[in-house]
């Protein structure tokens, strides 16, 4: 993708005369779109061959909202990051379908998901915004801009979950879907933890050794 990206981006500048700081621009931007569409349709596909395709995507969702403002652990590389991306999202996916029909009495389950939310509330609260060293934020009202926007999608979501849960109690097929939210909440949070950083370097690391 990034070569494709570089590509359409020269091909670009060049017809339209742009400079080389404007080409790489556009070649990051076109990256982002190709980056997006090849997720949702990898995780679609993946969660579909597994049978939970759009509790999968919504896990995402979840996840990048979150990301895009509290930042967190990287991979090295992109198709690194999306192989995690689509192995946590239908792993949580699957095990959100066999909760929500399990015969774990529901006010144990909302006891636990509530745990979750508030750890990693707390999580948010104490750590957003982690940059990295690709990416380092210097700017204080960039940091303060982004921890307030860790908050609003974390209100969202929250809500969201609420709502699901509260149409679960009624039609239990919603409540998959207020599950794959909790469980992209609790890996986003855990990606801004040292543990959960190095957890994914460690995991980066062999399969480099393995790709070798």
Same mark, same amino acid.
């Given at each position: 993708m990034q070569r494709l990206s570089k590509k359409i981006a020269a091909d670009i500048s060049q017809s339209l005369g742009k400079t080389k700081n404007?080409?790489?621009?556009?070649?990051?931007?076109?990256?982002?779109?190709?980056?997006?569409?090849?997720?949702?349709?990898l995780t679609l596909l993946f969660g579909w061959l597994f049978g939970v395709p759009f509790q999968a995507l919504l896990l995402s969702v979840s996840v990048s909202m979150l990301r895009r403002f509290s930042g967190g652990a990287h991979a090295e590389t992109l198709n690194f990051c999306t192989l995690v991306g689509l192995l946590y999202s239908v792993f949580f996916a699957k095990l959100s379908v066999y909760l929500a029909y399990s015969t774990i009495n529901k006010v144990i389950l909302y006891g636990f998901c *509530? =745990?979750?939310? @508030?750890?990693?509330?707390? !999580?948010?609260?104490?750590?957003?915004?982690?940059?990295?060293p690709q990416k380092p934020i210097r700017s204080?009202?960039?940091?303060?801009?982004?921890?307030?926007?860790?908050?609003?999608?974390?209100?969202?979501? *929250? =809500?969201?979950? @609420?709502?699901?849960?509260? !149409?679960?109690?009624?039609?239990?097929?919603v409540m998959p879907y207020g599950l794959s939210i909790v469980f992209g909440v609790l890996w986003q949070a855990f990606s801004l933890t040292e543990?959960?950083?190095?957890?994914?370097n460690n995991l980066d690391k062999k399969l480099s050794v393995q790709r070798r």
């Open positions: 404007e080409e790489e621009i556009i070649a990051y931007g076109l990256l982002g779109i190709f980056q997006l569409i090849s997720n949702i349709g *509530t =745990l979750i939310l @508030l750890a990693s509330w707390y !999580i948010v609260w104490a750590r957003a915004p982690v940059d990295s204080i009202e960039k940091k303060q801009r982004m921890r307030k926007g860790s908050f609003q999608v974390l209100i969202f979501l *929250t =809500l969201s979950v @609420l709502g699901l849960f509260i !149409i679960g109690c009624s039609y239990s097929a543990p959960g950083a190095k957890f994914l």
